[in-house]
């Protein structure tokens, strides 16, 4: 069973840092993408950053330029620095990781299945 576990959350002032961390235990051999995605109050879930087996990263546009997603080399930790923080950015903040798997749930898949697995999450909140 794959186990995400987060770190970080808080509350802080508008303008304010903070750093999620997001480490997992499993030994995936195939890694696709670790990041995170948010729900705030009343909204519905969304993706916030991402970054890929090779590297690559994805933000949503509210927070290009202030948050920023880092991987660790053996891919099994995500970071994400979060400065200059706004109301707007509270919620609470869920890891993901997707795995490409052969096996999964007693099925054998030869073309390799994409399992998503989620952290319980971590509440950030970001006062006026």
């Known amino acids: 069973q794959v186990q995400l576990v987060e770190s970080g959350g808080g509350s802080v002032q508008t303008g304010e840092s903070l750093r999620l961390s997001c480490t997992t235990s499993?030994?995936?051999?195939?890694?696709?993408?670790m990041g995170w995605y948010r729900q705030g109050p009343g909204k519905q879930r969304e993706v916030v950053a991402l970054?890929?087996?090779?590297?690559?990263?994805n933000y949503t546009d509210s927070v290009k330029g202030r948050f920023t997603i880092s991987g660790g080399n053996d891919k099994k930790t995500v970071h994400l620095q979060m400065n200059s923080l706004k109301p707007e950015d509270t919620g609470v903040y869920y890891c993901?990781?997707?795995?490409?798997?052969?096996?999964?749930?007693?099925?054998?898949?030869?073309?390799?299945?994409?399992?998503?697995?989620w952290g319980q999450g971590t509440q950030v909140t970001v006062s006026s």
């Open positions: 499993d030994n995936a051999v195939i890694m696709k993408s």
């Open positions: 993901y990781r997707v795995l490409l798997l052969t096996y999964y749930r007693g099925t054998y898949y030869p073309q390799g299945k994409d399992v998503t697995y």
């Open positions: 970054i890929d087996s090779d590297g690559t990263t």
